[in-house]
């Protein structure tokens, strides 16, 4: 059976950086807080008019770059910031991408949305449904938080990132290991936008207001982020047959700085081995991983041959973990 292989990786930021002494000029907060409590000191928003498919055609241009590739052979884009609600993002970025009739769909998981993208495309690789696959994930979260709420607004940026994934071998450099993948709908209430979905629309009264924002419990949140990326980070690596001893590099879900910690902590390795951007790119949702990666391989920290686990956790609640070798070769092309 093929395995899916990681052959490119590129990321986008929109341009506008908000610091956090801006936020202070208009919400409650401080500077001091959002970095001892979130590890955030800028976070790049859209400009009004930027929808998320824009994000996502300037990142997925550069993973076909990174690879050396004109096109791929389909578009996943996990995403919580769809262009529209109807119809799907991917197939618009399939086309501006100008890769024809490929198949294109987007996945709803929130921030655990590009691990069950690499999962999803995975699958298609292996059972030869396709030879390659562009796995993006990019969210304008912006767009759905309640300026006057300091706690989202703080923590939340907007961004993109993508890998191609081509059919390769198990045993190769970038080949995608087991997976482990979780959720538990039962805390579906922690992480909501509460309106414009068919629960209040069959109503037949209007959202209340502020319902078509972004709602987080993030005390409760905090401790589940805390033991599913532990407890998913240990299922995937058992799977694979490695020890936390065996890892070089963690890419987690970039929720929080303390979360990192936290989670460095439960797996009893040292914080040193687990890549971090959330100080200049804020918690980014579906983007967060691939976006460290980027990053984390321009600073030179994420080298050929590094052995990775990837590990996120997000609304739903879902979660998901899974390790490769870093395969290096031309990722990524230069921004
Ligand atoms: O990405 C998907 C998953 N998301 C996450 O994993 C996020 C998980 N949760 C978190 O990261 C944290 O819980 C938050 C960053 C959301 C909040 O941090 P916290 O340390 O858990 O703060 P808290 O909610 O316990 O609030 C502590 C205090 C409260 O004041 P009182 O009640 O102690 O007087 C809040 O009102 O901090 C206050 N507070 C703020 N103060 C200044 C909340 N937001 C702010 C703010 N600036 N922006």
Redesign the pocket.
């Known amino acids: 059976m093929p395995a899916a292989v990681v052959a490119g990786l590129g990321s986008w930021l929109p341009p506008r950086v908000v610091t956090n002494h801006e936020?202070t000029r208009r919400?409650?907060?401080?500077d001091e807080?959002?970095r001892s409590?979130?590890g955030v000191t800028s976070r790049h928003v859209v400009d009004p008019g930027t929808a998320t498919s824009d994000l996502a055609v300037e990142a997925a241009r550069r993973a076909l770059r990174s690879a050396g590739v004109p096109a791929a052979g389909g578009v996943l884009l996990a995403t919580t910031t769809p262009d529209r609600p109807c119809p799907a993002t991917a197939p618009e970025v399939a086309f501006r991408l100008g890769l024809g009739a490929v198949p294109a769909f987007d996945l709803a998981a929130?921030?655990t949305g590009f691990v069950y993208g690499l999962a999803t495309g995975a699958g298609l690789i292996a059972s030869g449904i396709l030879e390659s696959l562009l796995v993006i994930g990019a969210d304008a979260y912006s767009t759905i938080l309640d300026p006057e709420d300091?706690?989202?607004?703080?923590?939340?940026g907007d961004g993109a990132g993508a890998v191609l994934l081509r059919a390769g071998d198990p045993e190769e450099p970038g080949a995608l290991g087991p997976f482990d993948l979780g959720s538990d709908g039962e805390l579906a209430d922690l992480?909501t936008v509460p309106g414009g979905g068919s629960r209040q629309r069959s109503s037949r009264t209007p959202p209340d207001r502020g319902d078509q924002y972004f709602k987080?419990d993030?005390?409760a949140?905090?401790g589940?982020?805390v033991a599913r990326m532990a407890g998913s980070s240990q299922s995937a690596l058992d799977k694979a047959g490695l020890r936390t001893s065996d890892v070089d590099r963690v890419v987690a879900?970039q929720?929080?700085a303390?979360?990192l910690d936290a989670v460095a902590a439960e797996l009893g390795m040292d914080r040193e081995r687990f890549v971090s951007n959330i100080a200049r790119v804020g918690?980014t949702?579906a983007a967060?991983i691939p976006l460290a990666l980027d990053h984390a391989v321009r600073d030179g920290e994420l080298r050929a041959g590094h052995r990775v686990l990837l590990t996120a956790?997000?609304?739903g609640l879902t979660w998901g973990s899974t390790s490769l070798r870093w395969p290096g070769t031309g990722l990524p092309e230069e921004q």
């Open positions: 936020l919400l409650d907060t401080t807080w959002i409590r979130i929130v921030c300091r706690t989202s607004s703080v923590i939340f992480i987080m993030g005390r949140v905090f589940n982020a879900h929720a929080n303390r979360i918690n949702s967060s956790f997000g609304g």
